[in-house]
């Protein structure tokens, strides 16, 4: 039975109505992690009335957790976070059941922990692990919402819909463990993961709803200090070689440099390269430090701004070379070398790691592309006067 008081706005919308809140109160979404992500997502599932919660987290607790993770109050700090998480939502709708696992989820007990899910929502904070969820729910043909937050930035999409893109066809290869920081290491607003945690359980609502939906091939970029959202259109890759098991997954997961990342032990080399599990370098990661350096010894690099124009009006390198929004690169390939160095710079490192993917998938040498990790903001802290705005 629909709670008709407790629903009241939701039924009233022509397109949700009794038979959209009957099919919610029927739904089952599982959420990986109870943290920054997980917190609001499963708040505003629960409060939407989806009749089936999800929560898998080893994690207990930490009052430095409090800043963003609102599933959690002081008097919890040293609980399990999915105890923590229960009590919270029940007590919000106590109709609305809520099965926990205080566990890591690994390539052993996943395919178990998705069966007889809707949807899967990633709350995590490790690419090993979304690499895990991308495998597992292209083995068992469901989709996934994915989200991801930096510093002032985030990401949100919608993966495997209907023989829509995966996480594989963004992203086919991680970066280094190292290149990675983690929220303690990098720092994240506080409300960030809120408003992307919001926008990864809207677009589970619509789904569950049978709602078109807007983020399947499509990456929602939002950058807080701009406020300001950009959309990156991108479709399966064909010749991507088809997920067959978990080995791949499994073998990122037991890297002990992944296991040194996620346990916040920061390593701070002066340059990295993305190497795929083959060997085959993907694209370079450079420190402000380094490209210092390298620029002093004479190094000549072309530089490409992949900021909106907008903000390059705003402030911009003076030795830029070149300015065109990432979201619309292709249009300016004739205006990029191949024979040269390119370093990419953005905000702060995000959108021009997507713009180096997008160049190489155009042909162009992963070895002579650099992504500047901090973007304007580590050019501007080390050298202010080399900014323009």
């Not at 007990?109 to 292209?138: H, K």
Request: glycine fraction near 8%; charge should be negative.
């Amino acid at each position: 039975m629909v709670d008709v008081a407790r629903h009241a706005r939701h039924i009233s919308l022509p397109n949700v109505g009794v038979e959209g809140q009957q099919q919610l109160s029927k739904s089952s979404v599982l959420i990986v992690g109870a943290g920054g992500l997980g917190s609001p997502a499963a708040l505003y599932l629960a409060a939407a009335g989806v009749g089936r919660l999800g929560l898998i987290d080893n994690d207990a607790v930490d009052v430095s957790n409090l800043q963003r993770q609102i599933l959690h109050a002081t008097n919890d700090v040293g609980r399990p976070k999915v105890e923590s998480a229960k009590e919270t939502l029940g007590a919000l709708d106590p109709n609305v059941k809520v099965e926990v696992f205080h566990e890591r989820l690994h390539p052993a007990n996943v395919l178990e922990r998705f069966q007889g899910w809707d949807l899967i929502i990633d709350g995590t904070d490790n690419l090993p692990t979304r690499y895990l969820i991308d495998d597992a729910c292209s083995l068992l043909g469901l989709p996934w919402i994915y989200g991801s937050v930096f510093r002032f930035e985030g990401q949100v999409s919608l993966f495997n819909h209907n023989g829509g893109p995966a996480y594989r066809d963004l992203f086919p290869e991680p970066p280094p463990p190292e290149a990675v920081p983690t929220c303690s290491e990098a720092g994240v607003f506080g409300v960030l993961p809120g408003i992307i945690g919001l926008l990864q359980a809207t677009e589970a609502i619509k789904f569950l709803l049978g709602m078109p939906t807007s983020l399947s091939g499509a990456l929602l970029l939002y950058d807080a200090q701009s406020m300001t959202f950009d959309t990156l259109r991108f479709e399966a890759d064909p010749d991507r070689p088809k997920v067959v098991d978990l080995s791949e997954a499994a073998s990122m997961l037991s890297d002990e440099a992944w296991c040194m990342n996620e346990g916040g032990q920061s390593q701070s080399p002066q340059e990295q390269k993305s190497v795929s599990n083959q060997g085959e370098v993907m694209f370079n990661h450079l420190s402000m430090a380094d490209f210092l350096q390298r620029r002093g010894d004479g190094w000549t690099p072309f530089i490409l701004d992949v900021r909106s124009d907008a903000e390059y009006a705003e402030a911009h390198v003076a030795a830029c070379d070149l300015q065109v929004p990432h979201s619309t690169i292709h249009g300016a390939l004739d205006s990029i070398p191949q024979n040269a160095d390119v370093v990419i710079y953005c905000k702060s490192g995000m959108r021009s790691q997507l713009a180096a993917i997008e160049l190489i998938k155009s042909g162009y040498s992963a070895q002579r592309l650099y992504n500047l990790e901090g973007g304007i903001m580590a050019w501007n802290a080390a050298a202010p006067d080399e900014i323009i705005g």
